[in-house]
């Protein structure tokens, strides 16, 4: 997500565990959520309301590769380090769909976001994380001082504004964003995690998934969306 920001692929992205030292794109946390352990149903942890991260020490681990989400997973096995072991990870899944299908079938545990709890498997079990419920945090990004209106109209609608651009922009501009970022055109994205898919889907609002709002030839005044799930 970074680097699609960087080349103009997508001008807005929403991003799980943002950097905090980069000069060039802005961030703004849009929600925080706790960490759950994500178990086998049978097994004798599963039974507990919650779970200590240092009890999953002798099990094998079932995460998203590092590739994905690079910041997610540092930040998931510096859990595991503060507990004072090291994860084994035995298998990678590059969707939390599959990552949950894996611990259903016994591969191994898993640390993940709370937002997990939406995908129910029978045989998997989600149990918070204690003490102290470590927390994970989503945030809106997008490039510092980008002047193409929209990212500013859709900042205005989440409640953010970027640094250095109005709150309103007067009808008729068009923002100029260069490289492959078309005029007048916001692509946003999210990378919370997991692979993206192109086959068209409804436009409803979902925690993954991507939509591309375009301006209507001929200069009318409506708008199109276009959105693919995730």
């Keep these: 997500m970074v680097a699609a920001l960087r080349d103009r692929t997508v001008d807005v992205g929403l991003l799980r565990e943002p950097p905090t030292d980069d000069a060039e794109l802005a961030f703004e946390t849009v929600l ?3 960490f759950v352990a994500v178990l086998p149903s049978g097994q004798p942890l599963a039974a507990r309301p ?6 999953l020490a002798d099990s094998p ?3 998203l590769p590092r590739a994905v989400g690079p910041r997610l997973y540092d930040r998931i096995t510096g859990l595991c380090t503060t507990a004072g072991f090291t994860p084994r990870v035995v298998q990678h899944a590059v969707e939390w769909q599959t990552v949950c299908a894996l ?4 591969l191994g545990v898993s640390l993940a976001p709370e937002s997990i709890r939406r995908i129910r498997l029978e045989g ?9 419920s470590p927390r994970t945090s989503v945030a809106v990004a997008w490039r510092a001082n980008d002047p193409n209106p929209l990212v500013a109209r859709l900042l205005e609608t989440l409640g953010q504004r970027p640094s250095g651009a109005p709150w309103s922009t007067p009808r008729g501009s068009e923002g100029r964003s260069a490289g492959r970022a078309r005029p007048g055109s916001c692509a946003v994205v999210d990378a919370a995690g997991g692979r993206p898919l192109s086959r068209p ?3 409803t609002a979902r925690t993954r998934g991507s939509a591309t709002v375009r301006r209507p030839r001929g200069g009318g005044t409506g708008w199109r969306r276009r959105w693919t799930r995730g």
């Design 50 to 55: 919650t779970v200590g991260v240092g009890q």
């Design 61 to 63: 681990f079932v995460l």
């Design 103 to 106: 611990v259903e079938a016994g």
């Design 201 to 203: 889907g409804p436009a």
């Design 32 to 34: 925080t959520e706790p």
């Design 124 to 132: 998997v079990a989600f149990r918070g994380i204690g003490p102290g």
